[in-house]
């Protein structure tokens, strides 16, 4: 499809516009905060205000005025246990003791097709079929 005559001068215009006009207001811009980013790079920080209330203790201290009172030191937080983590789905007694076995149960097809691994055999989509009408 053939384009107007004014297509090519329209672009032109707004590139003329905006080289002219949007350009420098852009670099102005960016030259505005980088002076703005140098002043504040080079104010020092403020330091942070020391509370009365914050005890810095040292933990060597702490041991030695433990054991000259003979007292025991023990840690802030018990050991944890490890973490358990329970299954969502059932998973098959075969499955936690290894065995050559090939033969699978439908427990182990019922796992793998919640697991979507196993996608129903044509038998059983028929047998399915027939039940349902």
Not at 111 to 123: I, K, N
């Amino acid at each position: 499809m053939a384009k107007s005559a004014r297509a090519s001068t329209r672009k032109e215009a707004k590139r003329n516009i905006r080289a002219k006009v949007f350009d420098p207001v852009a670099l102005e811009r960016t030259e505005r905060l980088s002076q703005k980013l140098l002043e504040i790079a080079a104010q020092a920080k403020p330091q942070p205000p020391v509370s009365s209330n914050s005890m810095d203790v040292d933990q060597e201290n702490t041991n030695k005025s433990n054991a000259e009172e003979g007292r025991l030191s023990l840690p802030l937080c018990p050991p944890t246990s490890p973490l358990r983590i329970y299954s969502a789905l059932h998973v098959p007694p075969s499955f936690l003791e290894w065995s050559s076995d090939d033969s699978g149960s439908e427990e182990e097809e019922e796992f793998y097709m919640q697991l979507g691994l196993v996608v129903p055999s044509a038998e059983e989509d028929e047998e399915d079929y027939e039940m349902s009408c």
